[in-house]
């Protein structure tokens, strides 16, 4: 099956030049030039992977993520590429549901070695059963759901990845170096990231009633049901 790609992307040579580089690398690309067009596309028909800009014009891209997260819910990997090279940015980015983010200008070989990783870490759990349970935590890793007794608890992508991570292996550490490279591949955003993601992932569970993230300093951490301690 052909590998498909959005791209949202205001500047007309650049969306050329990644159209044009990606069809000849044999993906099924198509390119819209507003956050509005890119919105609805997503929501009609399914995308592989988007590539997009920040700044584009009416519907930017910062709000294109939080409602393709939010209101389509959708778990579709996000490549963020992006002339906003400063800290805030990219966090900004990542905390609306970005998966990885290339500031521009960029080679074209390194887009698409990011582009590949992604769709391999998004392809990875097939086959995988995607309910797991621990204690009154449950998480669906396909549709990216986490309940606690029943009742639905609402993650950002990145704390929904970490989740699935952690809850692969209930009791035992995972190492802060394997959560980022789950997370981010090669491209950290800084060393706060992770620390960032946990917290907004302790807090989400905490709230609805699960208390059962536990840090090892300067390792990893781990999942446990305390309540069967």
């Keep these: 099956m052909t590998t498909r790609l959005l791209i949202a992307e205001d ?7 990644l159209f044009t580089y990606f069809e000849r690398k044999g993906f099924d690309v198509e390119a819209v030039y507003n956050g509005q067009a890119a919105l609805h596309r ?14 584009l014009p009416g519907l930017d891209g910062l709000t294109f993520l939080q ?17 906003r090279s400063d800290l805030s940015d990219k966090l900004a980015g990542f905390e609306h549901g970005a998966d990885d983010y290339v500031t521009k200008p960029f080679a074209l070989a390194e887009v698409e070695a990011r582009v590949r990783a992604l ?17 009154g935590l449950g998480f669906d890793s396909a549709e990216g759901d986490a309940s606690v007794d029943g009742l639905p608890v609402r993650l950002t ?3 929904a990845q970490l989740l699935a991570l952690l809850m692969r292996r209930p009791g035992q550490l995972v190492r802060r170096n394997e959560i ?30 699960f208390d059962g993230i536990e840090t090892a ?9 305390r309540a069967a301690r």
């Design 119 to 135: 769709l391999n870490r998004s392809r990875g759990d097939a086959g995988i059963d995607p309910v797991r349970r621990l204690g």
């Design 42 to 55: 997503c929501s009609v028909d399914r995308f592989d992977l988007v590539m997009l800009d920040l700044g």
């Design 180 to 209: 980022e490279q789950a997370l981010w591949g090669h491209a950290v955003p800084n060393a706060d990231a992770l620390r960032s993601q946990v917290h907004l992932l302790r807090k989400a569970l905490a709230d609805a009633g």
């Design 157 to 159: 992508p990145k704390a």
């Design 67 to 83: 409602r393709l997260r939010s209101e389509l819910r959708l778990g579709t990997p996000v490549l963020v590429l992006s002339a």
């Design 11 to 17: 500047d007309f040579a650049i969306a050329t030049n």
């Design 217 to 225: 300093h300067g390792v990893g951490y781990r999942i446990v049901d």
